[in-house]
């Protein structure tokens, strides 16, 4: 076995001596990575900890260059590596890294950088790579596709439309609140999803009434594609366990 | 070919040489003229924007009147069109402009003429020509009809005596709060339907005991009608499914 | 035909001369008196208003006291009419207005006359008499009844159990909105049915990490109900429609 | 029959003379043991109540010890009891109060006293020795586990991403609510689960585009294993009723 075959299976978690230690040592890394991110924004984080977690940001970036350089080397085509949706998301996960260098390079403000930073959550998306519930899922979301698009399109109407009446009976009793349309909007999303916070609410008789009117036809229209996710997810688990049960059965031939 | 057939084929996307350009152009229309409602409402407008939109609004109305005038021409039956449901919903589109100028001419209001502008959002339905997918969100719509008019009467006594037994537990609490049942009314409303705001709240201990019973209850039959929309819009893809797997049988001949 | 048969067929709206008349008057009379007691507590409402509704009040009362009278001395066994579920409530819905004038003539306070006034809305239940939907309802109810039990019971535990932990963690932070495990179970019954009015939520961590636990968990428990009893609406709505289209079969003979 | 026998079918409720007398006192006890931890919080106690409580809190414990003695005597292998699901919940039932005494011994504060008392919660879960309802709600659970599971991961990784983005966008315009992605998480959890208190929510234009297409993405993803679980639920009980329809067939034998 060749050493390309070696670090192949490997990354793979195929390899004969080495098993899954590889891939669970990436994936555990990549939590690892996620973490810190959010470790990053305690107030008040000693210098030692801020430190730490830069010098292991440098750590985790090259081992996951090693990983992209050693798939890319190991690919029995590294075009087609490079082009497939593993190969864009590896190199989306250490991407950031090397920008926010270049960026740094230029005296780039603080701000562009930081927003770069959330690239580095599409690593999350390399752990996808061993789960085979998504293909479920998958299948699921095809089956639905078509309806869920509908229900989208209707929905972003439905909140636009009920903005656009909302801010006729509410403009003039609450100018702040509902400045525009587009804050209007914001009122109607957070309503109709049923989140409620409460910054912002009608108060004038027939903006309530129109309130009410709008929660009940509109609450079905944005509800349903959960229901049709859920029923499709039902209707392909039933049809794999009856497959399950059922063995292939031999070609049919004419005993009688 | 006459110049009617022309006109008739190019607005129906059916033209030999102008395919579907003319009617992704209309479609394009209405989006544009939808979206100009909500800039229109951007506090700090500057004044060219203002002169666009209304110079804009006046070549968005040209159009859809010419269109009008167009179906009606060159329609088999003039009266069958305009009488129908789109001949309905163009005529509605175009309305709003003309009796504004007639408004503004016998010095009423800007009142009146703002509520008028909300009739443009009709335009929106004029896509629903084109689309197929509504055809099936009717036929589920017709198979639960029955059921979404008794839970939505339901809804209305539901709301109303949660909202006259709460008045009367809160009213001497919270005299402005709950001044009266239709008060009451708004916050059994946005109670009923999850959204809380929070800008009105029960704090007796038995209007918060009656709040409790009243959730758990009643939260069903207001939720129920979504369950059963789905459920018959999975039913109808499972049926079509079905008959595009089974090819048409040719007609059954005895062969016994 | 003597006078009791003409009385019975008119109140049950099979009368050969007066059909539905009497029976939609009754209805009217019903939705009229129920919509009078959201009138009456509109703050300043005029004199002559609040005469009109006290003695339409009068009026309404005699009509239904007249249709009790009536339908007991018409019954077949007026005992039977008496016990039965309409004959009881056919009587809450008058005795609120009798007892009202006793407890006004023995000077009892507003408050309990008030409150006897909300069992007029009993008056609603008789327009059940006539709808046959609730049959549905009520079978649908039937094939769920088991699971909906098992769910309220394990809602309301849940609920007690939730506001002893959060007491136990908010107490000390927060001595006034979680005063005793009562106002806790408030916090916890707004929170699960996610209506969150934001007059209490958690503020210590701990606190805040049981309440998302809580959520994730719980929100499958009080969720679930509404669910069973929607699929089974919609099985019972699809074994009607497959006995409407399969036509009675004449009694099986033995014709092999 | 000997004492153990008596003993053991006692408990048990198939004592020939006692019936289920025991075991509803046993369950009577659990049920005030638990209201009196409820009715402990209620401030202003008066003494005497106080009291009542504390001595009735040894009694129930007494029973409860005797009762575990009782069955770990009468169990056919004692250690099997000690080890099984059932003998555990039995034991913690017990313990919080001695470790209090051990630890109100060691002059240890009130605090870890008072978490330790959550403890007696767990005897809720004897209870569950007598409801036949668990077994389906178990079975739905095994035939829907897989999915719940990929789902809570998902809802998890989706709350924590959702954290960091918001973070970025509105910890520069509030510092405080947006403190950290700790905090942020907190917000991300009572929006997606459309709670929506409204002690934090997104200022920023940005944010608040951000909050709306994730609600529409995300509320999927955290809805959708309640209803995964009631289909299971309903799969289960229609299987069962075809069951109870169909009587258990004669072994087949070869007529033809």
């Excluded at 996620?34 to 008040?44: F, K, N, W």
């Excluded at 010098?55 to 990983?67: H, K, P, W």
């Excluded at 309503?191 to 409460?198: A, D, F, P």
């Excluded at 009117?213 to 594609?225: D, S």
Aim: aromatic share 10%; charged share 15%.
């Amino acid at each position: 076995m060749d050493w390309r075959k070696h670090v192949a299976t490997a990354l793979d978690g195929r390899h004969p001596g080495l098993g899954h230690r590889v891939e669970l040592g990436l994936h555990a890394l990549i939590l690892y990575s996620a973490l810190s991110m959010g470790v990053e924004t305690l107030p008040d984080l000693p210098g030692w900890a801020q430190t730490l977690l830069s010098v292991s940001e440098i750590a985790v970036v090259a081992v996951f260059t090693a990983e992209y350089a050693l798939r890319l080397a190991t690919a029995p085509a590294p075009g087609g590596y490079a082009r497939s949706f593993f190969g864009i998301v590896d190199l989306l996960a250490i991407a950031p890294f090397y920008l926010g260098l270049v960026f740094a390079g230029f005296g780039l403000d603080l701000r562009a950088v930081r927003a770069l930073r959330l690239l580095r959550l599409v690593r999350l998306l390399k752990l996808a790579r061993y789960t085979s519930a998504i293909d479920r899922f998958a299948s699921a979301w095809r089956a639905v596709k078509e309806e869920v698009v509908v229900f989208g399109v209707a929905a972003v109407i439905v909140l636009y439309v009920c903005a656009l009446v909302i801010y006729q009976f509410e403009h003039d009793a609450q100018p702040e609140a509902f400045a525009s349309v587009f804050d209007a909007m914001w009122w109607a999303a957070v309503t109709l999803t049923t989140v409620g916070y409460g910054d912002v609410y009608p108060v004038t008789s027939i903006g309530r009434v129109f309130t009410v009117l709008m929660l009940f036809v509109a609450l079905g229209i944005i509800a349903i594609p959960t229901g049709l996710v859920a029923s499709a997810l039902s209707a392909i688990r039933a049809k794999e366990a009856a497959e399950d049960r059922e063995p292939p059965r031999p070609p049919a031939t004419d005993r009688n």
